[in-house]
C-alpha cells in the first residue's frame, strides 16, 4: 500500500512566534552550545523566565519549548492527529531515519507498525531473553580479566553481540556484522554534523555512507528471510504481511530494520552506563539488588521473574528517570491548535522534555537524588505523563518490554558476578556527557571485585 507524500512536509517551519514568551540566544547557534553542556539548567533558566511555555532555540532550529506532564500528555496521546512526529524530527534524523516508524504519521504510521507485531509478542520475547544469556554470560566472564576495565565500551560491545543475534539472527565475530557497526557509527557521527550537506570529505557525508552501507546490506537481506523458519526480528519482520496478504517489500521492511537498530541499542547502553554509574556510587542499592537477586536462587533472570525484582524494577525506573535516554521528543504542528495558553499556526516546531519534567521539584522530592524508593512510593503515579521515558501514544516505544528484559539480565549478572565500585577516588560525580545520550565522559572505569 502506497501513501502519498502528505501536504504538511512540503511546507517550512512556521517561526513567527512574536506572541511567545522567551528569547532564541545568539544568532544562528542559539542556545544549542548551552543547552548541551547543562541541558536541565538551561531550560530551567527559562522556565523561572517565561513560564513552562516558551520559544528557544536548542538545536540549532527554532522551538516552542513546552515543559511539565501535561504537555507531554497533549502531545503524546494527540486525540485530533495535531502533532506530526515525521516532521518534529525531520531536520536532525530525516535523511538518516527515512522509513523508520517515527518517520511516518497517522495512518500511515498504523500501517507500518504492524510489520512490528510478531516480533515484540511474549513468545518471540522469551526466545530472546534465552538467546541473551549465553553472550552476557561470556563476555562479562572476560571483563573481570580487563587490566583497565571501563564499563561504557564494554557494555556498547555487548550489546552489540546481543543485537546482532536477536534482531539479525547472526553472530558478532564476522566481519560483516563489525563493519555493520562501523555504518552505525558513522551514521550516528552524520547525524550530529554541523554542517548537512551531503558533499565529499564532510561528516554528513560520511553517516549518509553509512546509511548507504546499511541500506545495501537489509534490502539483501530480507528477501533472503521470507519463508525460512528463524527467532530473530529480522525473520519475523520480513514474513509480515499485509492484510490483503501480501509480504511488504524489501525496502520498507529494510528501512524499519535499520531504525530499529538505532532506536534499540544506544538507549539501551545509556541506561546500563548510567545504572552501574549511580550503584557504583551507591553501594547499599547495589547490596539490596544483590540480595534480591540471590533469593531467586538461579543465575539467570527467566522472562517470569522479570515482574518480580521489585528493586531492580524500581532501579530500571529511577535511572530513567534520572537521565532518559531520549531527553527531548519534537513534533511539528500540522494545523493550528492551543498549548498552554497560547495559539500555535501550522508547521510550528514543538519540544515537550522528559528530562526536566523527571525533576521538577514540585513534582519529585530530592529530585535530583538516586533514590530508586521513590517509584515503591508511587511519586511517579500523581500524574500519568510524570515519568514518560518511553513517550506514550501511538508513538510510544514498541521495545520498552525489550529494554526492561535487557536491563535487568545484564545488571543481574553483572551484580551477582562482581562487586563494583569506582576506579579512582574522586570519580563521583563524574562530567557527563547528555547527548546524543548520557554517559560519563571518562567512560566510566570501574573496578570489579569477582564474587565466589
Ligand atoms: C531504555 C531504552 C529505551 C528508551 C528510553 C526508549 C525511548 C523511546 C521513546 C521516548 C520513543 C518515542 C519517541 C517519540 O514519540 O518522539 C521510542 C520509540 C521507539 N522505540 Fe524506543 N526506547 C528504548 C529502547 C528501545 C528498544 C530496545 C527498541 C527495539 C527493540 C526500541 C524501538 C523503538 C521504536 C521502533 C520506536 C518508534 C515507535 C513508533 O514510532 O511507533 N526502543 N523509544
Known amino acids: 500500500m502506497e501513501f502519498a507524500l502528505p501536504e504538511y512536509t512540503r511546507t517550512k517551519d512556521n517561526t513567527q512566534l512574536g506572541h511567545i514568551p522567551g528569547s532564541y540566544g545568539l544568532p544562528f547557534l542559539g542556545d544549542t552550545f548551552r543547552f548541551v553542556l547543562k541541558p536541565f539548567e538551561v531550560l530551567d533558566e527559562h522556565y523561572r523566565k517565561n513560564g513552562p511555555v516558551f520559544k528557544a532555540s536548542l538545536t540549532f532550529q527554532k522551538f516552542v519549548v513546552a515543559l511539565g506532564p501535561d504537555f507531554i500528555q497533549q502531545l503524546m496521546l494527540d486525540s485530533k492527529q495535531t502533532f506530526s512526529a515525521r516532521m518534529g524530527y525531520n531536520t536532525p534524523l530525516g535523511d538518516f531515519f527515512a522509513g523508520g516508524l517515527l518517520m511516518r504519521d497517522f495512518d500511515e504510521h498504523k500501517f507500518h507498525r504492524r510489520i512490528m507485531q510478531t516480533a515484540f509478542k511474549i513468545d518471540a520475547m522469551r526466545t530472546y531473553v534465552e538467546m541473551m544469556h549465553p553472550i552476557i ?72 555512507d553509512g546509511r548507504r552501507a546499511l541500506e545495501k546490506f537489509f534490502f539483501e537481506i530480507v528477501p533472503q528471510r521470507r519463508g525460512v523458519a528463524g527467532n530473530d526480528m529480522a525473520t519475523f519482520f520480513s514474513n509480515e504481511k499485509t492484510e490483503d496478504d501480501q509480504y511488504y517489500s524489501d525496502k520498507i521492511v529494510g528501512e524499519h530494520l535499520i531504525f530499529l537498530l538505532l532506536a534499540a541499542h544506544d538507549t539501551t547502553t545509556s541506561a546500563l552506563t548510567m545504572a552501574a554509574y549511580y550503584l557504583a556510587h551507591d553501594q547499599q542499592w547495589q547490596q539490596r539488588l544483590r540480595e534480591e537477586l540471590k533469593g531467586l536462587g538461579k543465575p539467570h533472570l527467566e522472562y517470569e521473574d522479570l515482574s518480580t525484582v521489585t528493586d531492580l524494577d524500581h532501579c530500571f525506573k529511577e535511572v530513567l528517570r534520572m537521565n532518559p535516554p531520549v531527553p527531548m521528543m519534537m513534533r511539528r504542528t500540522v494545523k493550528e491548535v492551543e498549548l498552554g495558553g497560547y495559539q500555535l499556526q501550522p508547521h510550528t516546531m514543538v519540544q515537550i522534555s522528559p528530562l526536566y519534567t523527571h525533576r521538577m521539584e514540585q513534582w519529585w522530592s530530592n529530585p535530583h537524588g538516586f533514590d530508586p524508593d521513590r517509584f515503591a512510593r508511587e511519586e511517579h503515579k500523581q500524574h500519568s505523563f510524570l515519568w514518560a521515558p518511553f513517550g506514550g501514544g501511538a508513538h510510544k516505544c514498541i521495545g520498552l518490554h525489550f529494554a526492561d528484559m535487557l536491563f535487568k539480565s545484564a545488571l543481574s549478572r553483572l551484580l551477582l558476578s562482581y562487586r563494583i565500585s569506582f576506579a579512582d577516588s574522586g570519580q563521583y560525580p563524574s562530567r557527563m556527557q547528555h547527548f546524543p545520550f548520557a554517559k560519563p565522559m571518562d567512560n566510566l572505569p570501574l573496578k570489579l571485585e569477582a564474587l565466589a
Open 137 to 208: 554470560d561470556r563476555e562479562m566472564s572476560r571483563w573481570g580479566k580487563q587490566p583497565k576495565f571501563h564499563f561504557y565500551p564494554n557494555i556498547k560491545t555487548l550489546l552489540l553481540d546481543i543485537g546482532a543475534k536477536v534482531f539479525l539472527g547472526m553472530d558478532m565475530e564476522g566481519p560483516e556484522t563489525r563493519s555493520l557497526n562501523e555504518s552505525f557509527i558513522d551514521m550516528n557521527e552524520g547525524m550530529l554534523a554541523l554542517i548537512r550537506k551531503d558533499w565529499p570529505g564532510l561528516t554528513y557525508r560520511k553517516g549518509m
